[in-house]
């Protein structure tokens, strides 16, 4: 892949660890992509180009692109956006993850420094997968959901779409956690949790519903 031709939509700090990790690999992004940047402004963003999506249209359609936005919702919406009128969605892997040779990884998926994918382990699309981050062996994580720094995955628990958990959240075995449902920083899971929930603490308990459902 020529270095000229990967993208990252998105320039804030989720944007700049995702092309570290790239630079990780021995490529270079040649730009990122923010909708606040006017056209022809001059930014950089550690010694990264910053350009206008309007700079970029011509150029994208030919390239490899991440969207790179920390957002499980905004990250939804640009990509459904952006599908038709891009090249290649690319997965972005940091040179010190470590990756099950029978793990599966959607497209314009991020797997963040010393992240490990044990085995039979299912990525969907646009999924992040955060700094330290464990997933065990025959896990399923649905499309556009982020998986913070520290958390650990038991095995085969299913993850569904749009799911937040947050940082040093531990999930045990077998549960599932349904669409577009946050998980609180440091929880611990025990039991499934229904869609559209927002569940804390240690054992986990659903304190209110996630709003993003009335959105998406």
């Known amino acids: 892949m020529e270095d000229e031709r990967i993208f990252i939509y998105g320039a804030g700090g989720h944007a700049k660890v995702v ?22 402004q001059q930014n950089k ?6 350009f206008s999506p309007q700079d970029s249209r011509t150029w994208l359609k030919n390239g490899h692109v991440v969207v790179a936005i920390g957002d499980n919702y905004h990250r939804y919406m ?3 956006k952006m599908a038709m009128n891009i090249g290649i969605f690319i997965n972005v892997v ?32 646009h999924v992040i997968l955060n700094t330290g981050s464990i997933i065990e062996h025959d896990c399923i994580i649905g499309d556009f959901t982020h998986i913070a720094p520290g958390v650990k995955l038991g095995g085969e628990v299913k993850i569904g ?25 440091g929880s611990v899971v025990l039991h499934d949790i229904p869609k559209n929930s927002v569940a804390v603490g240690v054992p986990a308990r659903v304190i209110k519903e996630n709003m993003t459902k009335d959105v998406v």
């Not at 570290?20 to 022809?40: H, M, R, T, Y």
């Not at 314009?108 to 085995?119: D, H, K, L, R």
């Not at 799911?163 to 998980?183: E, H, K, Q």
């Open 19 to 40: 092309a570290e990790a790239i630079c990780s690999c021995g490529l270079k992004p040649c730009a990122f992509i923010d909708d606040a940047v006017q056209v022809n």
């Open 45 to 50: 963003l550690i010694g990264i180009p910053i």
């Open 78 to 80: 640009i990509s459904q």
């Open 94 to 125: 940091h040179k010190n993850a470590v990756l099950s040779p029978s793990a599966h990884i959607g497209a314009g998926s991020m797997i963040m420094a010393n992240t490990v994918i044990n085995a039979q382990a299912f990525i969907g699309d």
């Open 161 to 185: 779409q749009g799911v937040l958990i947050g940082i040093g959240a531990t999930i045990s075995p077998r549960v599932s956690i349904g669409d577009w449902s946050v998980i609180g920083a």
